[in-house]
């Protein structure tokens, strides 16, 4: 590129009329092309040469191309407009518009057979207008026939010395080509390339608005999901503690019952304590017993049990069943428990007569002498199986010859001896060993030996009056000692009771609280993943405006560089156009000059310099800008046309941004997760 400057810069035959005035020179006069005189189009051209040339030694945009009112403009850095006049007659020839396209398009535009084809028919006089500006007076009026003088009328050194002014103004005109398509390959790769990137970011941006919405609609369905989660654990929550409100006031209230019959039973054992007699009775009687007399009223679950004259309540049923248990394993071996009005040890039987006095009927007294009047006792038949001393009158009920019975309670049951004739006073025996037994004489009048008709006997109710059911007392005179250890085994019952119900109402209360503490969990946990999820809505919200924002300023973008691009195309094609069409003309007019020389500048001795197609290199960067060597080599010498162009370019590429690979740091820590199952 520099030789060719070189030669550019002097004139390499153009012979300018006037100086160009130093780069430093111009840029102290505002950067402005200034001349000594009013520039002519020779000059002009000149001017537009030298700088392409410079600009593309600079290899920046120094130079940048418009198209207003009919005519291609260049510009410099200082927009001073430089103007070219564009030629209506190729541009109005289809296939010359294509050649130039196909010029610029391609590498070989140096060979421009196409456009000069499609300009062969353009007459002499046409191709004058263009560009005979810039050529010799004489020669242009030798050419145009004024006056009656032709082109025979040139000398042969005449026609060769405009053989060279032509030479140097197409040499000029093909290094102009040259620069003039580079910069409009750059000009154009670097917008294509730009609206690449640009419709990359539109295809990345439609991805990420997609994204974006998907985010969206995920976000707006977590937030819902989150939002039912809450409702439906904190009604949960409220159904819970409703459960363990209603729980926990019935196993207070079962404690607190319990608690009662624990006071109560410790209060039983202490009247049941045993207090020792009298020096005096344990003198007069010392076989005598400690004896408690107790007596226990059952109403409903309630149970009043009095003894020492003080009563204490006890409330549940359950207390009730244990203080009878312990009460009848409290009764001596042969004694029953009687209702309330009966003697404990001589119950009441219906129709028999019960002796007031506690022995058996006998034959003998203690002694074991025969008594008179009582040989009827000599003998009893004893009866198995009864329990009670109502059981052992209904067998002497039974039995016809039967006049008295004897009963008893014993450890293995009851004891029952059923006699053929009334017990009177001075038959009955009283010994300790015989007080166990109770005389029972059937009722007056007596029944007659033989006689069929039993006595009237009330049918026993299968079940109690109601009256007599809700209130039933039983009284008892059992041992003191055993009384009130087994009271202390009663008590113990009931404490064993209250501590289970207490372990039952702690259990309860740490299951409330364990599962309210679970359930106030999941709902701290779903409120911090609303939260999350309406963070990521925000987000999510925000990004898709901004990407959206994005997104319309690039497709104004795209819209700015693709109408860019069609001015740039626009311009081009008309330079590039004006430049060939200088080429054809002149090529034209110095072929007319060659058929009137004498043999020195035939036209078939006129053989210009041709060169190969450009071939491009690799451009030395990806991205950010970078340098492509152009190469061509000479594939035929010239002779007396023009000598051949610089073989070596230098032409900007890749001038786009490079891309920005997206970088991620290490991964957080785990959430928690949204359910536990």
């Not at 007699?277 to 059952?298: E, G």
């Not at 009771?497 to 609280?513: G, N, P």
């Not at 200088?582 to 020389?597: I, Q």
Request: aromatic share 4%.
């Amino acid at each position: 590129v520099v030789p060719a400057v070189a030669i550019l810069a002097q004139g390499r035959g153009c012979q300018p009329a006037v100086d160009l005035i130093p780069r430093t020179e111009r840029e102290a006069t505002s950067g402005r092309f200034t001349t000594q005189s009013a520039p002519s189009k020779q000059q002009r051209n000149m001017h537009l040469t030298y700088l392409f040339a410079t600009a593309a030694l600079a290899r920046r945009p120094t130079v940048s191309l418009s198209s207003t009112a009919g005519k291609v403009l260049l510009h410099d850095q200082q927009k001073e407009a430089i103007t070219v006049n564009r030629s209506a007659t190729w541009s109005q020839t289809a296939a010359a518009v294509t050649a130039v396209h196909e010029a610029l398009e391609g590498w070989g535009w140096q060979h421009p057979h196409a456009f000069e084809k499609a300009m062969e028919r353009v007459p002499l006089e046409t191709m004058l207008k263009h560009v005979g500006d810039q050529i010799p007076t004489r020669v242009l009026t030798a050419l145009r026939k004024h006056k009656g003088s032709g082109p025979e009328s040139l000398t042969e050194d005449e026609l060769n010395h405009a053989r060279g002014v032509i030479n140097g103004m197409m040499e000029g005109q093909v290094t102009q080509l040259d620069i003039t398509v580079v910069q409009c390959k750059e000009l154009k790769e670097k917008n294509t390339m730009t609206e690449n990137v640009v419709v990359a970011d539109l295809s990345r941006l439609g991805t990420k608005l997609a994204n974006e919405k998907k985010r969206i609609m995920e976000a707006q369905a977590g937030i819902e999901d989150a939002q039912k989660n809450i409702k439906d654990s904190e009604d949960a929550l409220r159904t819970h503690q409703g459960q363990c409100a209603t729980t926990v006031s019935t196993l207070e209230s079962q404690l607190a019952t319990i608690k009662m019959d624990l006071d109560a039973a410790s209060l039983i054992v202490k009247l049941t304590e045993c207090k020792p007699p009298s020096a005096t009775l344990l003198q007069a009687n010392r076989s005598a017993a400690l004896t408690m007399p107790v007596k226990a009223c059952a109403q409903k679950s309630n149970m009043v049990v009095s003894a020492k004259s003080k009563e204490v309540k006890l409330q549940q049923a359950s207390a009730a069943a244990a203080f009878e248990r312990a009460l009848r394993a409290s009764v001596e071996s042969g004694t029953e428990l009687l209702q309330m009005g009966q003697d404990p040890k001589h119950p009441e039987v219906p129709n028999y007569n019960r002796s007031t006095t506690a022995g058996v009927c006998a034959a003998k007294d203690q002694d074991g002498k025969p008594k008179a009047g009582c040989d009827a006792f000599k003998d009893s038949s004893p009866v198995d199986g009864t329990t009670t001393a109502q059981e052992c009158a209904d067998a002497c009920t039974k039995n016809p010859l039967c006049k008295m019975f004897q009963f008893a309670s014993g450890p293995a049951g009851g004891m029952c001896r059923v006699m053929f004739a009334p017990c009177t006073e001075e038959c009955l025996l009283t010994t300790p060993e015989t007080e166990m037994f109770t005389v029972y004489n059937k009722g007056e009048p007596p029944m007659a030996v033989g006689e069929e008709q039993m006595p009237e006997v009330a049918p026993a109710r299968a079940t109690p009056p109601a009256a007599k059911q809700a209130f039933k007392c039983t009284m008892a005179d059992p041992d003191c000692g055993l009384l009130n250890d087994n009271m202390a085994i009663f008590w113990g019952e009931v404490k064993d009771r209250y501590d289970e119900k207490l372990t039952e109402l702690v259990a309860a209360k740490k299951q409330c609280a364990d599962m309210s503490t679970t359930i106030n969990e999941e709902i701290t946990l779903w409120n911090a993943l609303l939260q999350e999820r309406n963070t990521e809505l925000g987000d999510a919200t925000g990004e898709q405006s901004e990407a959206t924002q994005t997104q319309i300023d690039k497709q104004r973008e795209q819209r700015e560089l693709q109408g860019e691009f069609k001015e740039i195309d626009a311009k081009c094609t008309h330079l590039v156009g004006e430049i060939m069409m200088n080429l054809c003309g002149l090529r034209k007019v110095r072929g007319e000059l060659g058929k009137f020389s004498k043999g020195s500048m035939t036209p078939d001795l006129i053989v210009d310099c041709v060169v190969t197609d450009w071939t491009p290199q690799e451009c030395s960067k990806s991205c950010e800008g970078g340098r492509q060597i152009l190469q061509r080599t000479v594939s035929q010498e010239m002779s007396l046309g023009i000598k051949c162009p610089p073989l070596q370019m230098v032409k900007k590429c890749n001038e786009f941004p490079c891309p920005i690979n997206c970088k991620m740091g290490e991964w957080s820590k785990w959430g928690r997760c949204s359910k536990e199952c």
